[in-house]
């Protein structure tokens, strides 16, 4: 049993080591180039015409990416999903390859663990979302964070892999929080795609407006999420 044991927490620290590695060879490697293309969406748009009938299936992996490397935003790649097939097509597919790049980086977190996320999260961030590990209430709790705006939903989905919550459960509750932001990106990117500047700057406002705001409430937010762990215990 020993023997056993053994072995999996050295095949664990192993393939914790390679993917760490992986992740930072990518991030060094892509993450610029990507960053850099998606801002431009008529080039984007070039690059996924250039695969034919497969260009879908890059646009979800150029998803997946971005969910599973932090480094790389993304409401860029949002946008330019939008610009490239519209508002619906374009919402629909971001959903689609977010939902996968979530579930992969849950199911890493989940087997590597409390190591993976102290490798990629500073211990004042990790600190600060650390009442959700062990919470029965954490299904609630991430509703509330991932429909925030300016919340790093990315790393709160490698930190959802240590929670208690049934891994199905939060890619729904996850999916349904992010889909109103995830609409917004997509329908600026259609109508910046059909030359419709002035509603791209009006919703582009707005958008700003109510990410400011969250950036001044959310502090308060995570307190009282807190506290509703403490009162029940």
Not at 35 to 48: I, M, Y
Not at 81 to 96: C, D, E, Q
Not at 147 to 153: A, F
Not at 190 to 208: D, E, F, P, R, T
Request: proline share 4%; hydrophobic share 55%.
């Amino acid at each position: 049993m020993k023997n056993k044991r053994k072995m999996f927490v050295i095949i664990k620290t192993i393939l914790l080591s390679l993917f760490v590695l992986a992740i930072i060879f990518v991030t060094i490697k892509y993450a610029p180039y990507v960053t850099e293309l998606v801002k431009t969406p008529d080039r984007f748009k070039d690059l996924l015409a250039s695969y034919g009938h497969v260009s879908i299936i890059v646009f979800l992996g150029f998803q997946i990416m971005q969910v599973i490397i932090a480094a790389i935003s993304g409401e860029p790649v949002q946008i330019a999903g939008g610009y490239v097939y519209g508002m619906f097509l374009g919402s629909v597919y971001s959903v689609i390859g977010i939902a996968l790049g979530s579930a992969i980086a849950f199911s890493i977190s989940r087997f590597l663990g409390y190591s993976l996320i102290r490798t990629f999260i500073s211990q004042e961030k990790l600190e600060k979302f650390n009442f959700l590990i062990n919470n029965p209430k954490s299904e609630i709790i991430m509703f509330v964070l991932f429909l925030l705006p300016g919340m790093p939903k990315d790393l709160l989905t490698y930190i959802a892999g240590l929670t208690p919550i049934n891994p199905v459960i939060f890619l729904i509750i996850s999916t349904v929080a992010r889909f109103p932001a995830l609409l917004v990106t997509s329908y600026i990117g259609a109508n910046m795609q059909k030359g419709n500047y002035i509603i791209v700057a009006v919703v582009s406002v707005i958008a700003l407006i109510l990410f400011i705001m969250s950036l001044f409430t959310k502090d308060r937010i995570v307190a009282f999420l807190h506290k509703i762990k403490h009162k029940d215990n």
